[in-house]
């Protein structure tokens, strides 16, 4: 079993890489996983289990012409967490171009709301 922030390293890397694939080049992270921003921000070092996707994460990290990290509450993160968690129990990756998938359509809607409230 994989821990929490573990868990949320590999996804910044699939994140990452997401991004270099459509050829983003300024980009913001928010995670609700404190560990990881403040490991990030440090320079991706880590004497964890989870070092070498830090180190990935700091190589894949240095190809953005502008990027910034920080830290959400989970709350408003929400779509992010139940894709992590849904990746984590599957164990298989997947993207998708056009139409959300369904069973995240209501966190969708509730984060959209509460940003709209702030």
């Known amino acids: 079993m ?15 890489l997401l991004a270099q694939y459509v050829r ?28 070498p996707i830090y180190e990935e994460c700091k190589m894949l990290w240095q190809d953005f012409s502008s990027i910034s990290i920080e830290h959400c509450n989970r709350d408003i993160n929400r779509v992010a967490h139940n894709l992590a968690s849904l990746a984590v129990q ?3 990756a997947c993207i998708w171009v056009d139409e959300p998938p369904s069973f995240i359509l209501e966190a969708l809607v509730n984060d959209v709301t509460l940003f709209s409230n702030q």
């Open 2 to 16: 994989v821990d929490a922030p573990t868990a949320k390293v590999h996804a910044l890397r699939e994140g990452l």
């Open 24 to 51: 983003c080049s300024r980009i913001m992270v928010q995670s609700d996983c404190l560990e990881v921003v403040e490991t990030m921000k440090q320079g991706g070092f880590s004497a964890t289990a989870g070092a």
């Open 90 to 92: 599957s164990k298989h």
